[in-house]
């Protein structure tokens, strides 16, 4: 029972350091503060990022704009 625990800890760990990583946030401040947090906090971390994660990215998507030239 505490493997499962500890590895779902883990997996839910991991997938929160991915999202934040490919996130696009206001300020560059956070993504450093939210990994920290993920990091020092991990299950503090996975549960609060969930929750302030729409009040600290960005709301626009990107745009496809190729450059060939």
Known sequence: MEII?????????VWTM????RARFKEPTMK?????GVLFHPILGII????????LLQRER????????
């Open 48 to 55: 609060v990022y969930p929750l302030l994660r729409k009040t």
């Open 62 to 69: 990107r745009k496809f704009e190729p450059k060939f030239i």
């Open 18 to 21: 991915i999202d934040i990583v």
């Open 5 to 13: 625990a500890i590895t779902s800890i883990i997996v839910l760990c």
């Open 32 to 36: 450093t503060l939210c990994i920290l």
